[in-house]
């Protein structure tokens, strides 16, 4: 088995912050994601990577930027965080595009 | 454009009672097929999942699903939940084409009275 394991669990940020999330996945995968859920809703891909140094907009891929230097690892950042923004950040991975998706725990994220 | 939808946002059954999640999905093919549920503040996990072969397919709990090409659907099913079962259930699909992604649904919250 592997973990995915996302840095950090809470990150408290301030209006115009640039903030940076980390996701490590250690199952050898090609593919990792990015995606957003708000408090009671679904999941919105902001991107997804189907290997190394490869970026692919999803549907809300505006006001973040990521960034996979490595097969291993996959960051995201948000560009300006908005006041009052709270949301559940969540990485995943997968042998290739359509696979089933092994999911980390989440980063927390609140701009105050 | 391709689309899942779980209709019921929020169901409440008895421990002990049978248990039927909705999801259907618009696609002209037959796609993949995920169930992931999500318990509170960790991510999601899968259930089980469907490529093709015997309609129904048996996922961990005691969970299974039923494809339906007929009606476009897999729905979840499970004959006697439990008090741990109360998390939010994705259904998911993805095509059965290259750098095909998987898209999800809303997802349902499964709320499972003592």
């Known amino acids: 088995g592997g973990i995915i394991t996302q840095t950090p669990k809470f990150l408290i940020g301030q209006e115009g912050q640039k903030l940076t999330l980390k996701c490590q996945q250690n199952?050898?995968?090609?593919?990792m994601y990015w995606y957003r859920q708000d408090s009671g809703k679904g999941l919105r891909l902001i991107y997804y990577?189907?290997?190394?140094?490869?970026?692919q907009k999803g549907d809300l891929s505006e006001g973040y930027d990521a960034s996979r230097e490595k097969k291993s690892s996959f960051s995201l950042t948000v560009t300006s965080a908005q006041k009052n923004e709270m949301a559940v950040f969540l990485c995943?991975?997968?042998?290739?595009?359509?696979?089933?998706?092994?999911f980390g725990p989440g980063t927390r994220l609140l701009v105050l | 454009a391709q689309s899942v939808t779980q209709p019921d946002a929020r169901v409440t059954v008895s421990e002990g009672a049978s248990l039927q999640l909705r999801c259907k999905y618009s696609?002209?093919?037959?796609?993949?097929l995920f169930w992931y549920v999500q318990y509170p503040r960790q991510g999601l996990q899968l259930l089980l999942k469907?490529?093709?072969?015997?309609?129904v397919v048996q996922g961990v709990n005691g969970f299974e699903a039923e494809f339906s090409k007929s009606n476009s659907s897999f729905h979840l099913r499970k004959a006697s939940v439990h008090w741990s079962d109360s998390a939010v259930y994705f259904c998911?699909?993805?095509?059965?084409?290259?750098?095909?992604?998987?898209?999800f649904g809303d997802g349902t919250q499964l709320v499972v009275k003592p």
């Open positions: 995943a991975s997968s042998i290739g595009v359509g696979d089933t998706q092994y």
């Open positions: 199952f050898n995968h090609d593919t």
């Open positions: 990577s189907i290997t190394e140094n490869d970026l």
């Open positions: 696609y002209s093919a037959t796609p993949y």
């Open positions: 469907y490529y093709s072969g015997d309609p």
């Open positions: 998911a699909v993805s095509m059965r084409t290259n750098n095909n992604r998987i898209f």
